[in-house]
Each structure stands twice: as structure tokens, then as C-alpha cells.
């Protein structure tokens, strides 16, 4: 626990004096028209909730509101542009509902700003767990930075994280960065960013919610795709065999890999097919992993062949891409 005199009054990390920021009165008109930021969570879903929390009555709260103000040119924002730092679930149920909108100008805290980092600081700091912010809301908001529009169920509906950090955890970037340290464990977008062109890729040849499809299946075409490339005529072909359930080989002996995850693992797994904490899931992985790859290297796989040991495949899974 930190004392007060613990905290000298010329430390700059408890110096408020510093600060640049204002309170003024604005339109709601006017503070509607203002930009969204950039990193603003989708707030399609809560806006009929908010509508209806406003036709309850009046309240002070709902005329305070925060804004950026950019004092120079960082990320998409131009010296002196102003934009929505909160506000944005009220803005649209105004828009949707003009009878609620105010009819008194709004608070406004503006604050002036002169970093990516430091507003994104002040955006999570004003929209902080407190007020609820789901993990998939948050994606949404890394999507949108992204300009990224989704196709499929799971990338629109952002519940792809695990699969993204699973397919990250043993991995060494060219680079020789660790992707597992410690310094990355809140820095999801770095390891979003490492599996972006794989990730889209998937997206993009539209895999759905078939109830074979999980979050360990996503992990293991993740690390295919950058193992393989995104270009791989054969990755599009396991993806889509896979989407639509076709067996390319199966004989009296031999079947492909998508066959082998489709029916026998999942057969197999069913009561943890779609967990994702990774102690659970782990062996799982490296077994459609393994499997996949076989599909990939046109090798296929015996009936009667049992797989490497556990322990063997954990090892493969671990040295894939390193």
C-alpha cells in the first residue's frame, strides 16, 4: 500500500499540474457530429438498452461527456481535430430517438492530446472494467482500427482471441521476440497483429459455426497458414474440405487428415472440443495439428497407426513454426 509519504510531490508520475484539459460547453448537435475514436468498442448491441435507460428520465450524468482534442498529428487524428472519447452509445440513441437528445448544452472534458499511447491510456482509463467492456466488445474495437469488415460468424462476433494467443504462445518472431514474455501478456494486439494476414485469410474463405469448427481448430489453421502461407492452394483446399466435411481419401486402410480430425478426433473429444484453456486443450491442438499437417504434406494416415505419444506431440506442436 502506498502512503502519501511514500509519493514525493515532485514525482512526475502523481504530478496533476501538468495536465491540459478543460471543461466547455458544447451542443449535443454539435458534439454528435464529432468523430468517433478510433478504438471505440461496437455499440450496436447496447444501444437499445441505452435508449430505453434515457426514456426512464432525465439525468445530470448523461450531459457529461469526454473528448479528445489531437495538439499534433498522431495515428489517423490532425493537429487541432476534435473527437468522441465517450458518449458513443448515447450518441446513437439519440440519433435513432432525436426526442432524447438534450435540450440543454452538454459538459464537455476535453482533453488535449499528443499520443497514440497516451490516448488510448485515457480512453481505457474512461471506459475501464468498471463499465462492463466485454473482451469480444474490445476486439471489435482492434477490428475497426483495422478497417477490417469480417465475413464469418467467429471473426464477426470476436471469439478468436484464444485461438490467436494458443497459436502465438511458443513462438519466436523473426526477429528472435518472444511472443509468450511476460511483456506481452495485456499486448494482444501485437500477437493480432503477428497473425493478421493468417487470420483474415481464414476469415476470407468463410468458415462458419459448424458445429465441428472450435477455437483449437482456429489455432491449428492459424499456424498452418504461417507455416504454409496464406497463398497455399492446398491450405484453402484443407479449409474448405474441412467447412464442408469432404474426405478426400478414405480406404480400407488409409484415410486424409481433415477425415481423421473430422470424424475420429471429434468423435473422440466431444466433451472438450470446444475448451479452450490451454491445459485442456493442449494435447487436442497437437493433434489436429498434426493431423492437418499430414493433409498438407499429401501424407495420409493409417487406421491402424497410432498417433506419436503425447508427450511427442506436444514437442511438434512446441517446434512448429520455430
Not at 497516451?118 to 469480444?136: F, R
Request: glycine content about 4%; some cysteine.
Amino acid at each position: 500500500m502506498i502512503t502519501k509519504k511514500q509519493v514525493k510531490k515532485n514525482d512526475s508520475m502523481y504530478d496533476y499540474s501538468t495536465f491540459k484539459m478543460d471543461i466547455v460547453r458544447m451542443s449535443p448537435e454539435k458534439f454528435m457530429k464529432l468523430p468517433a475514436y478510433i478504438r471505440n468498442r461496437d455499440v450496436d448491441g447496447r444501444v437499445s438498452k441505452m435508449a430505453k435507460r434515457l426514456m426512464k428520465g432525465a439525468l445530470p450524468t448523461h450531459l457529461i461527456v469526454a473528448v479528445g482534442k489531437a495538439t499534433q498529428n498522431f495515428g489517423p487524428y490532425k493537429k487541432g481535430q476534435y473527437f468522441r472519447l465517450d458518449g458513443h452509445t448515447r450518441t446513437d440513441a439519440w440519433k435513432v430517438n432525436p426526442d432524447l437528445i438534450p435540450n440543454v448544452d452538454l459538459f464537455v472534458i476535453v482533453y488535449e492530446l499528443d499520443t497514440y499511447d497516451y490516448t488510448l491510456s485515457i480512453y481505457n482509463d474512461i471506459d475501464s472494467t468498471e463499465s462492463a467492456e466485454k473482451v469480444n466488445e474490445k476486439i471489435s474495437g482492434l477490428l475497426r482500427e483495422r478497417n477490417y469488415m469480417a465475413k464469418s460468424d467467429r471473426i464477426k462476433k470476436c471469439t478468436f482471441k484464444t485461438a490467436v494467443i494458443n497459436s502465438c504462445r511458443y513462438i519466436h518472431t523473426p526477429e528472435g521476440v518472444y511472443l509468450n514474455g511476460k511483456e506481452f501478456n495485456d499486448k494482444f494486439d501485437v500477437k493480432l497483429d503477428y497473425m493478421w494476414k493468417e487470420l483474415t485469410t481464414i476469415d476470407s474463405i468463410g468458415i462458419d459455426s459448424i458445429e465441428r469448427y472450435s477455437g483449437n481448430v482456429l489455432t491449428a489453421f492459424l499456424l498452418l497458414a504461417k507455416k504454409y502461407g496464406t497463398n497455399s492452394k492446398r491450405l484453402k483446399t484443407l479449409i474448405n474440405n474441412y467447412k464442408e466435411g469432404v474426405t478426400s481419401v478414405n480406404t480400407s486402410t488409409t484415410v486424409d487428415g481433415v477425415h481423421y480430425v473430422y470424424n475420429n478426433l471429434y468423435a473422440d473429444n466431444q466433451n472438450v472440443w470446444t475448451q479452450t484453456g490451454f491445459s485442456n486443450s493442449f494435447d487436442l491442438i497437437s493433434k489436429i495439428l498434426y493431423s492437418f499437417d499430414m493433409f498438407m504434406r499429401n501424407e495420409n494416415i493409417s487406421k491402424k497407426t497410432k498417433f506419436p505419444t503425447n508427450k511427442k506431440l506436444r514437442e511438434f506442436y512446441q517446434e512448429y513454426i520455430n
